[in-house]
Every structure is written in C-alpha cells, then in structure tokens.
T-cell receptor
C-alpha cells in the first residue's frame, strides 16, 4: 500500500531559529507533494504544492524565503521553517499523490512548538 | 479563491445514530469532492470521493453531492465509537491541481 512517513513527529525550537521536516513516500511515486499547516485555531492551510521537475507554487501568505521546499525525487520532500515564531506553531502535514490521481496520501505530521 | 467551510464544528452522537456532516464550497467549477478522516495523532486518510451529482454509498458511509447548491455531505449510518475522529472535506477546482480543505468536524461517538 501507499504510505508516507513524516519526521520528526514533534519538534520544539527557540524563537528565531529554523527547523526542517521531511517526508518519505513508500509504495508509490510522489509526483506531487502538498504541504499544509493545521493550526491551533483548526485551520487547514495549503502552504505550497511541489511537483517534481516543476516550479513550486506557494499560496498567498506563504513564501519560499520563509518555507523553502525541496522535492528532488519521486520519494522524498522536505520543508524548512525559517526564523520560526509563535505564529508558525502548528501541525505541518505533507500529502503526496501519484501521477494525476486526486487522492493525497498524508504523513502523520510534524508538530512544531516555538518557545 | 476557493473557500471551503464545514459544519458543524463538532458533534457528539450516541452509538448507533446516523451522523451527518456538511461541506460547502465557493467555486462552481469544482470537480472533485472528498472526505478524509483523521484519528487523533494519525495521518488524514481518504475516506470517500465523488465527481458528479448524486449519491455514493460504501458500507455505512454515504456521500451526497449537489453542485448547484455548492454543497456535499457525508452520512454515517450506525455510528460506532471507532468513527470518532476529525472529518475533513476536500475540494479540487478545475484546472490546476490544488486541494482545498475545510477546517474539519470533530466527531465523538459515545458508547
């Protein structure tokens, strides 16, 4: 079956520092990876959509300068939260799909706390 | 920009009840409608999806879509405690692939 492993599961960083999270797709080819943030206020925001061999598309309010993403092959993607502050807290989820399928396979998320 | 809203925000039902969850969307050109379920501490997982107006049933779960009213719903028959989770609806607009999710409905089914 299709699985997505996401790590770390939890991380705590000091205000102003950065942290990186990674996603590994197993059992399918992650042609596209969508990164979301599920905030304490319960919103489920799309940060960016990455497709192998294409430019990464960031949503309004999210930038490459703040959330750089790497998607070097069909099984791996990473995202870094640079200069994290309190408003960046939340559960970051990666969802991957294969080819032109509509279903996203999600990782369990990386919960970011900022001190 | 696509807006997806879910109601209710939370729901508590007794075991065996029929549960109804709602999702509205703003883009009339939307083409794909899905429900995901996220158990506490776990990854969201696709539950059911539908493309065209009407109903689709899989076991105890039924999805209903009415594009004209920009609304789709999930109905759970004979709700079980194991159904307790956060239910997220997702909508895909036409054109570029860009799944938009609602905030979710937190469902608790008590024995």
């Amino acid at each position: 079956g299709a699985l997505v492993y996401q790590y770390p599961r939890r991380t705590i960083c000091k205000s102003g520092t950065s942290m990186r999270m990674e996603c590994q797709a197993v059992g399918f080819q992650a042609t596209s990876v969508a990164w979301y943030r599920q905030s304490p206020q319960k919103t489920f925001e799309l940060i960016a959509l990455s497709t192998v061999n294409s430019a990464i598309k960031y949503e309004q309010n999210f930038t490459q300068e703040k959330f750089p993403i790497s998607h070097p092959n069909l099984s791996f993607s990473s995202m870094t939260v640079l200069n994290a502050y309190l408003e960046d807290r939340g559960l970051y989820l990666c969802g991957a799909r294969e080819g032109h399928q509509n279903t996203l396979y999600f990782g369990a998320g990386t919960r970011l706390s900022v001190l | 920009q696509q807006k997806v809203q879910q109601s209710p925000e939370s729901l508590i039902v007794p075991e065996g009840a029929m549960t109804s969850l709602n999702c509205t969307f703003s883009d009339s050109a939307s083409q794909y409608f899905a429900w995901y379920r996220q158990h506490s501490g776990k990854a969201p997982k696709a539950l059911m999806s539908i493309f065209s107006n009407g109903e689709k049933e899989e076991g105890r779960f039924t999805i209903h879509l009415n594009k004209a009213s920009l609304h789709f719903s999930l109905h759970i028959r004979d709700s079980q405690p194991s159904d307790s989770a956060l239910y997220l609806c997702a909508v895909l607009s036409g054109g570029n692939y860009k799944p938009t999710f609602g905030k979710g409905t937190s469902l608790v089914v008590h024995p």
